[in-house]
């Protein structure tokens, strides 16, 4: 700050225009801080915050009041920073407990790997505990000390508000999200209003250098333009187009969402807005699931993709052997067209079991252990194909007279570590006890997992701490009974190895949402980023890998027709081989609309159909902003009437002089600068019928204070205020309905400036 800074806030008004602008940027940063709960779950960090941002400011403001040097603001404020955060997190190895010692330096990086962590595998909105909130308080605190530099010392509010809005967009570049409107208005209005302040401590400091006289009427104008703004933004950012969101949780971490092959799928399940990331056209009775990444090896913990040997996928011809299966079992082909559109990942969604895939660009390799499709450097964003799939029809007795696994099969399929809860073995021959079959028993565990014992949750999991697919997570989920599909799929293949059952897991999407009615080149069907899914699958001898469905009320759960009644043809109803049989039994539509549970979550897992219609948003923000642009400059002239007759009631015949010009400018009544008050009042008294002794009170006490060094008297003030109000009255009973109306609801006097050319003509309708 500036010598003559310091000199100014000697003055009354100069330091309270210091204690406003302190009040503004505390406003600011609160406001801009408001997004951040999408993020950060609210909590004691907040509290934390609040108290050593407001001491932080506190602390800068006294030193100013003070008439210190400007420098030892920020000084101070870090001290007082430093001495905070040390009573808060570092009490313990503290000189009396608010003094910090090298112990309590040292112990910071540990708090801040701590909160590291946290931001690490924690799902939004996370619960600060001790090391990100230490963070968080710390990080807010060196906010408001950049801040108050800038905004007291410096004196640049508008860069400070640039850097507040950069602050209040990370958390919806973190998340994508609806706009916040109350943090947008508020830190709007907090931001106006230092600028403001600003604008108005230098145009006092300049009058009072004789630098130029002070431009009065800019504030009401300055208001209008900003109120316009605020609500423009408000009304038309929700009806722009959405950009791409950005779901970096896995895959390539492109533009869109992406598919993550660590079964980490709660983070995208719980991405708070849908996007639609393919469509599918195919000639299957109903829609496919299409699956991209499969997961064999299990050390106990984590699930690892699969990753074998490869072959080239050219534009034609065939990518991957004929699917063989046993005697007597029905392979029925369905050709499949898939359009991406907003998913950026190395591994292509197909429908299984493919055999040909054609159309693709770029170097795409497939995995005929698997038949999925991968890529080292493309992705799909874009792509176009068809695929051919071979899919085998196996009748109920055929299914269960074949033997699980096979000849060649990894025994990795069936393996699993010496430390998996006896809970899960016990809880798995519990379920299958009675079974005649490997089927049976696998049926017998899809029937439990969809029963009412379990219940669909994207948050359970988080609140229970076992968001993940470990033999540990999988224990805990057989004891919450709730959680999403990784729980099921995982908590399936490991009670099915558990038996002997070879078992794997595939990551990829839920059958789509029809668009269009079947016609002759297949039904189209739209996929969204909610669908993303996870399930097990089983091998038997003779057929292959065989989808089962165990996430309660999603999907399609494997349930095969017997073919006694059909000549053995095989009608079948499994989660990738969706024929249409009387024995099917699908759950409600599959995708997040389908999930009961998720009406009872606030979080943002919840899915576009889930929530209720938010088409009255658009209509009721248009209805208000046009109420507020409608009574805005009534209520602002309310205001500036109170204040100039508060003024008058003290005394002040300016203020009240002033204030009956104004009415005169919003009745239409010329009020000419090169009109001596003698003069203005004659008019008023012959034209409009004002009472000559009012307005010549109102002359004459405005004559005697330009003559006058002390013509303000208090003892006057109510006598003028009531002048004031007489003339009012007279002249508004003078003017015509319309003209009265149009001075209420948009007066002059906000824009035209009594004595300005505009204010010397008389307008229409007066």
């Known amino acids: 700050m500036s010598t003559a800074d310091v000199t100014v806030l000697r003055t009354p008004r100069r330091r309270r225009d210091a204690m406003l602008l302190t009040i503004g940027l505390f406003a600011a940063i609160a406001s801009a801080l408001l997004p951040v709960f999408s993020v950060i779950a609210p909590g004691p960090w907040v509290a934390g915050a609040v108290f050593v941002t407001a001491a932080v400011l506190g602390a800068g403001l006294l030193v100013r009041v003070g008439r210190l040097p400007a420098v030892l603001a920020s000084v101070i404020e870090v001290a007082v920073g430093i001495v905070l955060l040390t009573a808060i997190f570092g009490r313990s190895t503290a000189l009396l407990g608010v003094i910090p010692t090298p112990a309590t330096f040292a112990s910071v990086p540990d708090l801040l790997a701590a909160a590291s962590e946290e931001i690490r595998v924690g799902v939004a909105p996370v619960d600060a505990q001790t090391g990100l909130s230490f963070l968080l308080v710390g990080a807010i605190a060196g906010l408001a000390v950049v801040l108050d530099h800038v905004v007291l010392t410096a ?39 230092l600028l403001r302040i600003d604008t108005r401590a230098r145009a006092a400091t300049a009058s009072s250098r004789s630098e130029s006289p002070r431009v009065r009427g800019v504030s009401a104008t300055a208001l209008g333009v900003a109120a316009v703004a605020v609500i423009v933004a408000v009304v038309a950012t929700p009806l722009l187009p959405q950009p791409d969101l ?5 895959g390539s971490g492109g533009i869109g969402t992406t598919i993550n092959p660590n079964l980490e799928l709660g983070n995208d399940l719980r991405q708070p807005r849908e996007v639609e990331v393919l469509s599918v056209r195919t000639t299957a009775p109903t829609a496919p699931y299409l699956r991209a990444v499969t997961l064999s090896r299990f050390d106990g913990a984590v699930w690892q993709p699969d990753s074998s040997d490869t072959v080239p996928v050219q534009a034609e011809g065939a990518v991957f052997d004929p699917v063989v299966v046993a005697e007597g079992v029905t392979v029925e082909d369905y050709d499949t067209t898939v359009t991406v559109d907003q998913l950026d990942s190395p591994w292509l969604p197909v429908p299984y079991p493919a055999s040909t895939v054609t159309g693709l660009t770029g170097d795409w390799l497939g995995m005929p252990q698997n038949r999925t499709v991968v890529t080292r450097a493309g992705s799909t964003r874009e792509q176009v194909y068809e695929v051919q799939a071979d899919v085998p029809r196996p009748t109920l007795e055929q299914i269960r007279s074949s033997a699980v696994g096979g000849p060649g099969l990894d025994p990795s399929l069936t393996s699993l570590p010496d430390d998996v809860p006896a809970v899960v073995g016990d809880t798995a021959r519990e379920v ?37 697919a470990g033999v540990d997570a999988v224990a805990d989920f057989l004891e919450v009974r709730a959680g999403y599909c990784v729980h099921y799929a995982s908590a399936f293949a490991v009670m099915a190895r558990s038996l002997g059952i070879p078992a794997r897991i595939v990551i990829g999407y839920l059958p789509g949402t029809a668009s269009t009615a ?4 297949g039904t189209e069907y739209t996929v969204s980023s909610s669908q993303l899914h996870a399930w097990p699958e089983v091998s038997f001898e003779g057929i292959g890998w065989v989808p089962f469905e165990p996430t309660n009320s999603l999907g399609v759960p494997t349930n095969f027709a017997s073919g006694s009644g059909s000549g053995g043809s095989g009608a079948t109803d499994t989660p990738e081989q969706d024929a249409a049989s009387p024995d099917a039994q699908p759950s409600t539509a599959p995708s997040q609309a389908g999930r009961p549970d998720l009406g009872e979550q606030d979080g943002p897992g919840v899915s576009a159909g889930q929530r209720s219609s938010t088409a009255w948003v658009a209509p009721t923000l248009v209805a208000l902003a046009f109420a507020l642009l409608v009574f805005a400059p009534s209520v602002v002239r309310v205001l500036r009437r109170r204040r100039r007759l508060t003024a008058a009631g003290a005394g002040d015949p300016v203020a009240a002089w002033r204030a009956l010009q104004e009415e005169a400018v919003d009745l239409g009544i010329p009020a000419s600068g090169a009109e001596s008050p003698r003069a203005f009042a004659a008019r008023l008294t012959s034209d409009h019928g004002v009472d000559a002794d009012d307005v ?23 006598a003028l205020v009531a002048a004031v109000d007489r003339i009012r009255v007279r002249l508004r009973a003078d003017a015509s309905r319309t003209r009265r109306l149009v001075a209420s609801l948009f007066p002059r006097s906000l824009v035209v400036r009594p004595g300005a050319v505009e204010a010397e003509r008389e307008t229409v309708g007066s």
């Open 246 to 250: 950005r779901f970096a949780t896995g």
């Open 432 to 468: 299958t006890a009675g079974a005649q079959s490997p089927y049976d028993q696998l049926l017998a565990l899809q029937t439990w997992f969809r029963s009412s014992e379990f219940r669909y949750s994207l948050d359970a999991p988080v609140e229970s701490g076992f968001d993940g």
């Open 518 to 521: 079947a016609q002759q080149g």
């Open 155 to 193: 004196r640049m509010p508008l860069l400070a508000g640039v850097g507040l809005v950069a602050v209040s967009l990370i958390p919806t570049i973190a998340i994508p999200s609806d706009i916040d409107i109350a943090g947008f208005v508020l830190l709007a209005a907090a931001l106006l209003f």
């Open 696 to 718: 010549g009170a109102l002359r004459s006490a405005v004559e005697r204070v330009s003559y006058a060094e002390d013509a303000v008297d208090p003892a006057v003030g109510p």
